[in-house]
């Protein structure tokens, strides 16, 4: 089963890092976020993606084309001419980067790589600028247990403020620190699809979110996966800093494969 993620958009609320890299490539602990959602996946035993790519794609294509030989230990033999892999450290991937469009909207992306997706009943999707401990196979286990389209996972987000709780009088009774959700769940990625939902996107202005999701949810043949674990996406500089500062700590929880 491929794994599908998002890599194409501007990432204008970043702008202090997107504006020299696409968004998927701004680094945690040195990796870019990319890699960190690729291992986890991984972990799981899924090892072959399929990166849509758009905003500065060609940034993501020199990462991979690269990869093997920053990560393996090389000898040069400059006066033959030689290069000789002495040992490496590369994960099992194997990774297609499909070329979607600088503005094509998310929907416009999935349909525009659709002819890589047809060989597989179905096939995952995610976004690439998000990492949690969502477990990979109890989600494709749970979209196994249901006759839908597609599941997604249901998460409810780190709260960024402080909650009061206010008694009639117009006194504080108590303080809360930043509730997850504040009740509601959204939409955290780490999508399971069947080929079918294929069959409900258009052309490049189509975003996956609303038509083609509502639509499949009006027929109920979209399913939710509820995730109570670690989720955080990267929105902005201070969760890139929020991110950093935990995987420094030693203690970040999305690092589910060591």
Partial sequence: MKVVILAGGRGTRISE???????????????????HIMKTYSHHGYNDFLILLGYRGYDIKEFFANYWLRNS??????RNNEMTIC?????EWRVT???????????????????????????????GDGVADVNISKL??????????ATVTAIQPAGRFGVLDIDDQGRVAS????????????NGGFFVCN???LEYLDGDE??????????????KQLHTFHHDGFWHCMDTLRDKINLNEMWDSGKAPWKVWE
């Fill in 87 to 91: 040992s490496t450290n590369t994960e």
């Fill in 175 to 186: 303080f809360r620190e930043k509730p997850n959700g504040e009740g509601s769940w959204i």
């Fill in 206 to 219: 189509t975003v996956f979110e609303r038509e083609p999701l509502e639509t499949i949810s009006k027929m």
């Fill in 97 to 127: 980067l499909a070329e979607t469009g600088e503005e094509t909207m998310t929907g416009g992306r999935i349909k525009r790589a659709a002819k890589y997706l047809l060989d597989d009943e179905l096939f995952m999707l995610t976004y």
């Fill in 17 to 35: 890092e997107s504006t020299i890299r696409p968004k998927p490539m701004i680094e945690i602990g040195g990796r870019p976020i990319l890699w």
């Fill in 140 to 149: 494709v286990q749970f979209h196994h247990s249901h006759d839908g389209m």
């Fill in 73 to 78: 230990d090389v000898m040069f033999d400059v």
């Fill in 195 to 197: 080929k079918k939902v």
